[in-house]
């Protein structure tokens, strides 16, 4: 069975400052791997995908994660961050046409 | 393309009634999965399709849920009788096999 865990609910960061979100997922075969971000009152966006290749991932508004088999996670990150990037961010996990399964999400909340 | 479409966006009506929400696909996408999501729960997998047959529906709740797919382009989610705890979000999203998944805007439902 595959699942997604992230570690943390809510991580607080200041502006600028750079910011990790853990996910790590349990498979015993390859899956594709994913990050979602959803502002309030919106459906979930795509930030980036891992299906193969290059194990570091660069998405949209500057982030970017990395895929590491050996320790099963797939953290994203941002050097710097905006207020504008404050929202739920949501790991998930699928093998070829299988459901998508999501982390419990986790809300970075950006100070100025 | 104008990405998935969900109606109604809101919804509220009183317990015992019948809740239909629906759900079109991005064309040529061959999965369609719906979602729901709660502050306490998170974002559940209710059931998934693929090429219109339903694959997975173990998230669903319990009987007075059923979702049907017709055809390529169109899903309904049946809540019936509804309850106030089927009060939520759902999310409709669908996908390209191995590819991310779009989501819809998502219908807000409020049983009261």
């Known amino acids: 069975a595959q699942s997604v865990t992230q570690l943390d609910s809510q991580v607080p960061v200041f502006e600028e400052a750079p910011v990790e979100l853990r996910c790590n997922y349990s498979s015993s075969v390859s899956v594709y791997l994913f990050w979602y971000v959803q502002y309030p009152n919106q459906g979930l966006q795509l930030l980036l995908k891992y299906l193969s290749g290059s194990t570091l991932v660069k998405g949209i508004n500057g982030f970017e994660a990395e895929f590491n088999k050996s320790q099963t996670s797939f953290h994203l990150r941002k050097p ?18 299988d459901k998508l399964i999501f982390g419990t999400g986790t809300r970075l909340q950006v100070f100025p | 393309d104008a990405g998935v479409i969900q109606s109604p966006r809101h919804e509220v009506t009183e317990m015992g009634q019948e809740v239909t929400l629906r759900c079109k696909p991005i064309s040529g996408h061959n999965s369609l999965f719906w979602y729901r999501q709660t502050m306490m ?12 047959v339903p694959i ?11 979702a049907k797919m017709p055809n390529a382009s169109f899903s309904t989610l049946k809540i019936q009788p509804s309850e106030p705890r089927d009060s939520a979000v759902y999310f409709c999203a669908s996908s390209s096999s191995g ?10 439902l409020t049983v009261v």
Request: charged share 25%.
């Open chain 2, 56 to 66: 997975d529906d173990s998230g669903m709740p319990e009987d007075r849920f059923s």
């Open chain 1, 80 to 97: 710097s961050v905006h207020i504008s990037d404050t929202a739920e961010y949501f790991c998930a996990v699928h093998k070829g046409t």
């Open chain 2, 99 to 108: 590819a991310e998944a779009f989501f819809g805007q998502g219908t807000r």
């Open chain 2, 41 to 52: 729960r998170g974002l559940e997998l209710l059931i998934y399709f693929n090429n219109n």
